[in-house]
């Protein structure tokens, strides 16, 4: 009858919720052993001047290959991360690991000006926190005087004057702050007229439409014609084709990055593709 078939339902959606919910809380308990034995990685993706083609700096990514699930996308365990309170401990792996790395590479304040590490919404909404981020970062030597953090325009939506007081106080230490993904937030304009931001980078998703829609193509001028009147360095995330990079280049950005002019690699691949 339709009692015992709805209670069937029932049974079998709990037993495919629970576990999901198992699922999820190995993945969690995996991502804490992943943090505290030190087994996320870190890559560099390049950010070019589009006027010489020249690295200006990198951008941090952090890496985790999971023992049975192999790579795990950021875009899946950063937000886990977030919602169980790792978020910090991963920034500090993050800045510890590109330090070293960097740090022997020989190539800060001589191939590279900045180092750009993306820091999460619950993170830098947090003053405490991002205190204690930026003063670890002071301690690394190699990277107090060329640290740039990443944050996405939503995690500055809920509350201006708490992200004004934490922009300068970031500020005031030697970093410097940039936009991340800028454009797909609520935020855009209502932030560029109260907070002091060092750049913003052009979310991907209006860069890959440049060639072939004109609505797009009228976004990226707008931002990069306001970006320039505010005295802000402007960069176009995720170009992909020679064909994008021409027409950016023709819009006067100041910079860009995307995996048609560098792939974000481990840090001995950087080295050689910064070489040449
Ligand atoms: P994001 O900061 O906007 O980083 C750009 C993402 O786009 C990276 O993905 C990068 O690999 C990818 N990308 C770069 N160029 C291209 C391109 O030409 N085409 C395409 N399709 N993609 C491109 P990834 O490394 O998977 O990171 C995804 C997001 O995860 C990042 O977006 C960032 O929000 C977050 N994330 C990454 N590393 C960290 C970290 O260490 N801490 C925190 N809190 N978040 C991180
Ligand atoms: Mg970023
Ligand atoms: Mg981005
Ligand atoms: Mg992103």
Redesign the pocket.
């Known amino acids: 009858g339709i009692a015992k078939e709805t209670k069937n339902a029932i049974q079998f959606h709990d037993k495919a919720m629970t576990e999901k919910a198992l699922q999820r809380r190995q993945m969690i308990i995996d991502l804490q052993k992943a943090i505290s034995s030190e087994q996320l990685t870190?890559v560099y993706?390049p950010k070019y001047t589009l006027s010489d083609q020249v690295a200006s700096g990198v951008?941090?990514?952090?890496r985790w290959n999971h023992g049975q699930h192999g790579f795990i996308?950021?875009?899946i365990f950063?937000p886990l991360a977030e919602e169980n309170g790792l978020?910090s401990a991963?920034?500090k792996l993050?800045v510890k690991k590109s330090s070293q790395e960097l740090g022997q590479s020989g190539l800060l304040g001589n191939k590279i000006k900045h180092v750009a590490?993306?820091?999460?919404a619950t993170?830098f909404n947090n003053a405490d926190k991002m205190y204690k981020l930026t003063q670890f970062i002071l301690t690394q030597s190699t990277l107090a005087t060329c640290m740039r953090i990443?944050i996405?325009e939503t995690a500055t939506l809920n509350d201006m004057k708490k992200s004004l007081s934490i922009i300068s106080n970031l500020q005031a230490s030697g970093l410097t702050f940039s936009v991340?993904?800028f454009g797909t937030g609520y935020t855009s304009l209502a932030m560029l007229k109260d907070l002091t931001v060092d750049e913003i980078?052009i979310d991907?998703s209006f860069v890959s439409e440049i060639e072939h829609d004109p609505r797009s193509r009228t976004i990226v001028n707008a931002i990069i014609a306001m970006a320039k009147s505010f005295n802000i360095n402007v960069v176009a995330?995720?170009?992909?084709t020679a064909e994008q990079l021409q027409a950016l280049k023709a819009m006067g950005c100041q910079e860009a990055?995307?995996?048609?002019l560098g792939?974000?690699m481990p840090i001995k691949d950087l080295v050689l593709h910064l070489q040449n």
């Open positions: 870190v993706q951008e941090v990514l952090v996308s950021p875009d950063i978020s991963i920034s993050v590490v993306n820091v999460s993170e990443e996405t991340d993904d980078k991907r995330e995720g170009v992909e990055q995307g995996y048609y792939r974000p």
